[in-house]
T-cell receptor, first 111, second 112 residues
């Protein structure tokens, strides 16, 4: 069952620009997480935002959460070539001891 | 170093030949999980385990078995692999199911 859906599916920008990815989900959640996956590698956890939080920062990452709209966004500022990867949101459906991942946004940073 | 280790990383095999993909974590995590990743379908959970001797089905368990005899190990068993199980498989662990998960580097299986 698909809980989170990312938008856009693919994004290509120039180095130095900001990248914004969105995630929508269907049911109430306790937390929402963002992960990065470099080509052919495992996912790496980036940031977790709880349902009672609206915004969270970590370095060049900024995550927002709007529970009324059931959506989240991940902003990467001042992008670098090394940010080229796929980005996934994951949600925990309330009451479930598991995460459900979206299909991801493939981000390409052009030098 | 905290890590989740999967073996093998790559395997090409034939239909019906039983195989096991091993997964081991060194973080003393209670929760472990297996996912498969397919183009256009994202990451789907196969099985998970909340503790030793406790396992449960995920979203796509058909054709797979797991066991959790020790906290650190969570092998994935394909008793009679079929071509539709050709995929990229990931093992992950965490303190509990809703917490950030640590992923292995993946196992790419090709079933001919």
């Amino acid at each position: 069952s698909q809980q989170g859906e990312e938008d856009p599916q693919a994004l290509s920008i120039q180095e130095g620009e900001n990248a914004t990815m969105n995630c929508s989900y269907k049911t109430s959640i306790n937390n929402l997480q963002w992960y990065r996956q470099n080509s052919g590698r495992g996912l790496v956890h980036l940031i977790l935002i709880r349902s009672n939080e609206r915004e969270k920062h970590s370095g060049r990452l900024r995550v927002t959460l709007d529970t009324s709209k059931k959506s989240s966004s991940l902003l990467i500022t001042a992008s670098r070539a090394a940010d080229t990867a796929s980005y996934f949101c994951a949600t925990d459906a309330a009451g479930a001891q598991k995460l459900v991942f979206g299909q991801g946004t493939r981000l390409t940073i052009n030098p | 170093e905290a890590q989740v280790t999967q073996n093998p990383r790559y395997l090409i095999t034939v239909t019906g030949k039983k195989l096991t993909v091993t997964c081991s974590q060194n973080m003393n995590h209670e929760y472990m999980s297996w996912y498969r990743q397919d183009p256009g379908l994202g990451l789907r959970q196969i099985y998970y385990s909340m503790n030793v001797e406790v396992t449960d089905k995920g979203d796509v368990p058909e054709g797979y078995k797991v066991s959790r005899k020790e906290k650190r190990n969570f092998p994935l068993i394909l008793e009679s692999p079929s071509p539709n199980q050709t995929s990229l498989y990931f093992c992950a662990s965490s303190l509990e199911g809703r917490q950030p998960q640590h992923f292995g580097d993946g196992t790419r299986l090709s079933i001919l």
